[in-house]
Nanobody, 123 residues
Framework: QVQLVESGGGLVQAGGSLRLSCAAS????????MGWFRQAPGKEREFVTG????????YYADSVKGRFTISRDNVRNTVYLQMNSLKPEDTAVYYC????????????????WGKGTLVTVSS
């Protein structure tokens, strides 16, 4: 059974940076697409970014392009989300996601979810 465990959330001031990590276990991680979603209070969960199995293809929501970077380490079975120039509107619970497909570019492709980590950006 695939398990995804996020870490790295916390409180940061606007303009600051955070790096989230997602450790995967229970599967052949290197074959699968991975990604991050977020859910702000009172809003629906939304796609943030995704990455293909090799890391060769990445996908970003317009709202985070140029500020967030997704990467993966298939030896450590870990995917990362580097978040720079954070804004108060980035405040949300961030969820790691895995697709049994070779890539992850949207919610319809998600097969497994992590439990989430809270990111709070103060103004």
């Amino acid at each position: 059974q695939v398990q995804l465990v996020e870490s790295g959330g916390g409180l940061v001031q606007a303009g600051g940076s955070l790096r989230l990590s997602c450790a995967a276990s229970g599967g052949t991680f290197s074959r699968y697409g991975m990604g991050w979603f977020r859910q702000a209070p009172g809003k629906e969960r939304e796609f943030v970014t995704g990455i293909s199995w090799s890391g060769g293809n990445t996908y970003y929501a317009d709202s985070v392009k140029g500020r967030f970077t997704i990467s993966r380490d298939n030896v450590r079975n870990t995917v990362y989300l580097q978040m720079n120039s954070l804004k108060p509107e980035d405040t949300a619970v961030y969820y790691c996601a895995l697709s049994l497909s070779y890539r992850l570019s949207g919610a319809s492709e998600v097969n497994y979810w992590g439990k989430g980590t809270l990111v709070t950006v103060s103004s």
